[in-house]
């Protein structure tokens, strides 16, 4: 049984990610969730990952400190969690990179909170071009794609499993979305283990400094 350990599922847009590609993949696991605002954070952290953070997916004596490394971890267990296609599997892993690197502005302006309502906020000359970087790349994937599946790729995959923050940061700031980003959002608002992860969300306790 793979264990993977992640932070408050309010706030923790990485933990999220790796979260979401095992539930969709089939893959069970137990989960634990180390707050990462209590007074102890740090001591939980360094009894289960090599890096001090989350997400951690231990599997026996081995440990990943890294959500994309994870997911691909996932992906050796259940192929289809990438696209078969090669074209479209080298896209999907572009769009992927792109995400797991980039798009500084919207993670300091916009971090991820299920719980809030802040309309406009986090708006910057910066976050902005984010946001359009984010809404042309999901147009770009679903009119290539939309005959296959609602997903970027037609069916659900990693690629998916990266923007799922995004997906709650959108709803939390009301960013206005054209039709076919608006459309694949709420796809994937609607998945169960998405609407899983946002009822946990918001019946959890703890609130981060300054929140």
């Known amino acids: ?15 999220l990610r790796p ?14 969730m180390v707050d990462l605002y209590a007074a102890d954070a740090k001591a939980q952290l360094a009894r289960h990952s090599p890096s001090g953070r989350v997400p951690a997916l231990i599997d026996g004596d081995l440990t990943l400190w890294d959500s994309s490394a994870i997911c691909e971890y996932a992906a050796e267990i259940v192929p289809t969690l990438w696209p078969g ?21 919207l993670r300091s302006k916009m971090p991820m909170d299920c719980k809030a309502h802040l309309p406009g906020a986090g708006r910057s000359p910066e ?28 069916s659900f995959s990693i690629a998916d499993a990266m923007y799922a923050p995004v997906v709650w940061r959108f709803r ?26 946002l009822a946990a969300a918001l019946a959890e306790p703890a609130v981060k400094e300054g929140a």
């Open 127 to 154: 976050s902005e071009k984010d946001i359009a970087r984010i809404v042309a790349l999901w147009e770009q994937c679903r009119s290539r794609y939309a005959a296959a599946g609602p997903f970027l790729f037609g």
């Open 172 to 197: 939390s700031y009301v960013v206005d979305l054209p039709p076919s980003a608006r459309a694949y959002a709420d796809t994937m608002e609607a998945l169960p283990a998405m609407q899983e992860w």
């Open 1 to 15: 049984m793979l264990t993977l350990v992640i932070g408050n599922k309010n706030y923790s847009s990485w933990s």
């Open 19 to 32: 979260w979401l590609a095992l539930k969709q993949a089939g893959i069970a696991f137990d989960e634990v």
């Open 85 to 105: 296609d090669r074209v479209a599997r080298a896209m999907a892993r572009a769009v992927s990179a792109e995400m797991h690197s980039g798009f500084a502005a």
